[in-house]
């Protein structure tokens, strides 16, 4: 029977540096919107997007509670508790099942760990709200890359000490919200637009009915003997797009090129991200307005209109039929489908519209052509079911010394990790929640090892060659702190048959047509490798596959050669001449982060990894798994 007395509410809590406060939308534009237009031709291309964080949205229930509950939310970077109060969920009364209303907006960042606590408490009346009063009924700690990892997480309440609070459960369901992952091709052209180089009159008419404002002081075009240029041309239309801001001003988002002596023309497609057309907002205003070129700047009014990327996609709704087993139809209906497939605005001059009544337009404006090309985004292929399998491979060779002395990078100090550890266990920490089994495989190489001792570049540290695999970033740990008694540092720095046999694993998922798998190998090295070629080789076919490479350098070795493996400063070339299909590796020197806290070292060693992630499965056409199993569900499309 349902508890009569309390209520239910949530109070989420956020560590210092949060915010709950979504920031404003993108004003990036098109790389060359400023640029003055040109009169050739321009081949169609995707506008330059900026990339921020991604936003999500958290809803919560319970089920069943022992009475009727209020619910609270913390969050904290660190491992103790220490979080900040942000907000609460409205009061659900007299419910053992609350299902709230109330959501909360949150910054995902796929390389940082965030830690968050729900907790669930039962109040007793307005009066004793969020008051220590409240009965703590229990509550939940995960990450926040654990809730993104399986959208739908469900977990048991805890009361204190880690008991459970009888059958209770606590449900989160993240929803991505960004709205940037797409973008639009669109093709515009124009009709009886005026033609502005007939400029005779101070009486808005022309000899051929040409308007031009009235008492206009515009200077003729003249050449360099002083005639008139243009006599008997028309003008030279571009057009130019902007969308309204928050704060009212207009962004140029495209600029057209020049059509030279045209009154109807038309324009090459171009593309535009979402974000830069209308901030992901269908309904945002957009203005269009089409000029006369002048080679010296002074482009002349032709006349604008106005709309909203809404209005554009209603205008290519195509109709729909009823599917019978085949279809059934009309060719009248066939045809209204295509007819309807464009969007057409008068292309208006106010000037002209204030000095005269009978003034129309200053020619159409037509939207023939509207292609909308959803980008998936990181998310969605993580949402989609996507696991990030890490792969571990540490550098055992004897530049690193003797383990037993304390200036070692190998040595073991209680009380003070080395460099492999606070590396290993930074991007450990943020790669375990992206794969369901968390287990990492931990390999070594430039070490000999037991029984023969002769020296590998590939051997598992836990030396379970049938199974390299450890539970957990904990076991990598453990693995590696009892695999150094038992080998001999030695060399060289191999590490191409590493990268070699991870890509051997990719390969066999590239072969299942499925976004289902991603490696990430991450290489922990105190020099430069000394197989360079090869490992530029392996590199090299690594990039078709699912897979990224992380190296990090410890120690103070000259590191300048391995920047060559990073592709920032140009493509990677094979020793043969091959390119890189991708740019896969990301090296970092651990000196340059010594003094970062580790939520800094893995944010710079993995903030690359959502973008190689979804190149990837661009590059093979391949869409979030999700996705792609309602796309197999659904059958053939009936829609023309």
Known sequence: MPYAGGAPFLLPLLPQGWSLTLPQPDSATVADAARAPSAHARTPRIASVVHAGTHLRLSLGCWPTKQSLPLAWRGSLEQRWCGLQVDRTEVVRSSLNPVFSKVFTVDYYFEEVRRLRFEVYDTHGPSSLGCDEDDFLGGMECTLGQIVAQKKMTRPLLLKLGRKAGKSTITVIAEDISGNNGYVELSFQARNLDDKELKLSDDGETATGAQVP???????????????????????????????????????????????????????????????????????????????????????????????????????????????????TTFAEMQAAFTRGQAQWDCVNPKYQQKKRSYKNSGIVVLSDLKLHRVHSFLDYIMGGCQIHCTVAIDFTASNGDPRNSCSLHHINPYQPNEYLRALVAVGEVCQDYDSDKR?????????????????????????PEDDECEGIQGVVEAYQNCLPRIQLYGPTNVAPIISK???????????????????????????????????????????????????????????????????????????????????????????????????????????????????????????????????????????
């Open 214 to 328: 009235v008492g206009t002081t515009e200077e003729p075009d003249l050449d360099w003997a002083g005639h008139l240029t243009d006599l008997f041309s028309k003008s030279d239309p571009f057009l130019e797009l902007f969308r309204a801001n928050e704060d009212g001003s207009e962004q140029l988002v495209y600029r057209t090129e020049v059509v030279k002596n045209n009154l109807s023309p038309v324009w090459e497609p171009f593309k535009l991200s979402l974000s830069s057309l209308c901030s992901c907002e269908e309904t945002r205003p957009l203005k269009g307005l089409v000029w006369d070129h002048d080679a010296r700047g002074k482009h002349d009014f032709i006349g604008a209109f106005s709309t909203t990327f809404a209005e554009m996609q209603a205008a290519f709704t195509r109709g729909q039929h009823d599917f019978i087993g085949a279809f059934s």
């Open 440 to 464: 990492f495989s931990a390999l070594g190489f430039g070490a000999r090892i037991p029984p023969n001792y002769e020296v590998s570049h590939d051997f598992a540290i836990n030396f379970n």
């Open 502 to 640: 991870v890509a051997r694993m990719a390969a066999a998922e590239e072969h299942t047509g499925e976004a289902s798998q991603y490696y990430i190998l991450l290489i922990l090295t105190d020099g430069v490798v000394t197989d360079m070629a090869d490992t530029r080789e392996a590199i090299v076919r690594a990039s078709h596959l699912p897979m990224s490479i992380i190296i990090v350098g410890v120690g103070n070795a000259d590191f300048t050669d391995m920047q060559v493996l990073d592709g920032d400063d140009g493509i990677l070339r094979a020793p043969h001449g091959e390119t890189a299909l991708r740019d896969i590796v990301q090296f970092v020197p651990f000196r340059e982060l010594k003094n970062a806290s580790p939520t800094a070292l893995a944010k710079c060693v993995l903030a690359e990894v959502p973008r190689q992630v979804v190149e990837y499965y661009s590059h093979k056409g391949l869409p979030p798994r999700s996705l792609g199993a309602q796309a197999g569900e659904a059958g053939p499309s009936t829609a023309p």
